[in-house]
């Protein structure tokens, strides 16, 4: 049996563990606003006239999301819910790593009132 070199072996097993490059928090904001607020509201309530309409869940409000799981809440932004029609997916533009990242700094961190803004 051949060996490989043991420098290329690693490279190797490194490039197929490798991730794409994860947002920053800024520009996870960012596609917050520019995707999610015309119906989670700037700052994540949900009371926006198209939230509103579709039920938009507050984000704000501990006790729903008490009621919501992460692995939940980043399935729906991957996955879109009820096939695209009430959320569509975000698959192609955020990744799981940067949809958890989303729910537990963004989403869990909400506060009525308070923008979902990226720094300037």
Not at 26 to 38: D, H, I, P, Q
Request: glycine share 6%.
């Amino acid at each position: 049996m051949r060996r490989l070199p043991l420098m290329p072996a690693l490279l190797l097993v490194a490039g197929l563990s490798a991730q794409a490059p994860v947002k920053s928090l800024n520009e996870l904001k960012a596609f917050y606003v520019a995707s999610c607020a015309r119906c989670h509201g700037p700052d994540g309530s949900g009371r926006t006239p198209k939230g509103k309409k579709l039920c938009a869940p507050d984000f704000t409000d501990a006790t729903v999301m008490a009621r919501k799981s992460d692995e939940r809440m980043v399935k729906a932004i991957r996955k879109g819910i009820f096939f695209g029609v009430v959320m569509p997916p975000f698959k192609k533009r955020v990744s799981e790593v940067e949809a958890q990242v989303m729910v537990s700094e963004l989403l869990r961190k909400a506060e009525k009132g308070k923008d979902i803004t990226p720094a300037r």
